[in-house]
């Protein structure tokens, strides 16, 4: 019994980790022949693949009536490095047998850097038929503490090419690192959590395979190039990428200005009640407190600015300015790359509070840049209207549902939109009842143009004085992105609203990813190790 053939892999989806492949055609005992552990140069293994046919077999066993019978080692090769692989088998007689292969690797596009001496996989998948360029990608490692040292400057992260096995380093961002060190035992061990971002190219319905390389203390923060920028100070911070230039108001850090680098002559703003911000809501009225917007924050003290080469973060927390009884947080995403502005919000109520309005959802404009309205309706039709043809102020213009997929102001003789692509809405109620609130989206025009989403709203129906009840442990989540484009002159299906929905496609439904794997570290028991249970249940008997 020996191995037939064998060839040095660089990581595939159906194996991402670099490994060396054997193939295995006759068996020496009878029935199938169960694996018992596998050596890599004198070095026991436990991080290997067996397949039959082309199925992976857990736990690992050659079947004797397979045609086909591969083994995949892990082995973090290079061109000429030569490899001494030991397999050990049982058959049904419980007869042992040890196979092995002496290989030396000829292939390209072996190990891709020394200097690092860890790596993490992840298999990233376009589900849905269409190409992704630059999508951001978030996701989070537990490293064992001794591996690594300093993540912002360790860390890199390598695509490689599903066809060719070419590895190439793309830009990343580590944007957050704690760590776990109070003891060590067979259940815990001392782990730094990272927080990493990165932006993948991935083609329509491809498994892509992305290394995240670490474990090399002498390496330097990387600079990478990026087309996003930030500047200012204070609340007063403006972002830009390649798509857009965003100015955030000086006093509130919320949305003001939004400019198109399409379209640079025309400004996307409000400038008229009160602050002035495009984005007001959050927000809530419950008299004979004054109306209160999330947007009259004056400097909020919970302001966190995380910016890098993939993303700048803006999050503002505070209560809503007179109202203890409502917290609220605000996030702002700009990527890298990428024509979406991400606005995320979350009210939190603390105590049981009548109100006569209570909001998110918003965008205000002025009526100097917009003045028609598209959206596209439950049933998948795009429809228009000219803003100013609807019922005026104290009259809602329109209605619309809260699960509307997107909406754009747009100016049908320029052609200048700003669409949102409406993506995450809902709430929870923890004590007490089911959810108080009854959402929707309407369009509103008066000095200004504007949508909001109304979670308790009486005050522009028929009987506006209606005061209604918001329990104490109510939150509501909304997630949503603002995106400045050119409308296509030409009808298109989606009355020249194609790239809008092409977008709202890909946001709804962004790359898949599953968990990181690991190389299994040697301090990992080999037996399975029970978790710490109020009482002793066992878990491995049916």
Known sequence: MKFEKYSFEYPTPKIPYYHLRLSLTDLAGKGNHVVTGVTVDGVRSRDFDVFNDGEKVIPAVFKALAVERLICVRIDWTKGQRHEVSVMLFDAEDKTYEVTCTAVASGEHGYWNRQWKYYASHVLEETIGLERVQEPVHVILGLYSDRIQDPEAEIRVVAIHSKTGIAEEIPSQVYGVSKWEKWTDIHCQPTTTV????????????????????????????????????????????????????????????????????????????????????????????????????????????????????????????????????????????????????????????????????????????????????????????????????????????????????????????????????????????????????PYFYLHWGPWFYVSRPIIYTFTSNNPQRVMHMSAGTSFHERYQLVPFTKSRQDDGCSGFSELDTLNRKARVPLSKLMAKFDTDTRVPDEWIPPILVSHFEELVD
């Open 195 to 438: 927080e990493l971002a990165f932006s993948a190219d991935v083609a329509a319905y491809e498994k892509k395979v992305f290394l995240i390389f670490y474990g090399n203390p002498e390496a330097s923060k990387p600079l990478y190039p990026s087309d996003l920028k930030i500047s200012g100070s204070g609340y007063a911070l403006t972002v830009e990428n390649k798509f857009y230039r965003v100015s955030l108001h000086s006093e509130s850090g919320s949305i003001d200005e939004i400019v198109s680098k399409d379209a640079s002559d025309v400004t996307f703003c409000h400038h008229l009640e009160t602050n002035g911000t495009m984005q007001w809501n959050p927000d809530v009225y419950a008299p004979p407190k004054t109306w209160m917007h999330s947007s009259d924050w004056v400097a909020p003290e919970d302001f966190t600015v995380i910016s890098g080469p993939v993303f700048v973060m803006v999050k503002r927390y505070n209560p809503i300015v007179d109202y203890e009884e409502v917290d609220c947080s605000i996030t702002y995403l700009f990527y890298s790359n990428n024509q979406g502005i991400s606005i995320e919000s979350n009210i939190d109520v603390n105590k049981d509070l009548d109100v006569v309005a209570l909001r998110n959802g918003s965008v205000v404009l002025n009526k100097e840049t917009t003045g028609d309205f598209a959206w596209m309706g439950m049933d998948s039709r795009v429809r228009t209207v000219h803003i100013t043809d609807m019922p005026r102020h104290p009259v809602k213009g329109m209605t619309f549902d809260a699960r509307t997929p997107w909406y754009s102001f747009f100016n049908a003789e320029r052609n200048n939109a700003l669409g949102v692509l409406n993506l995450e809405f809902n709430g929870i109620r923890r004590q007490g009842g089911l959810l108080e609130w009854e």
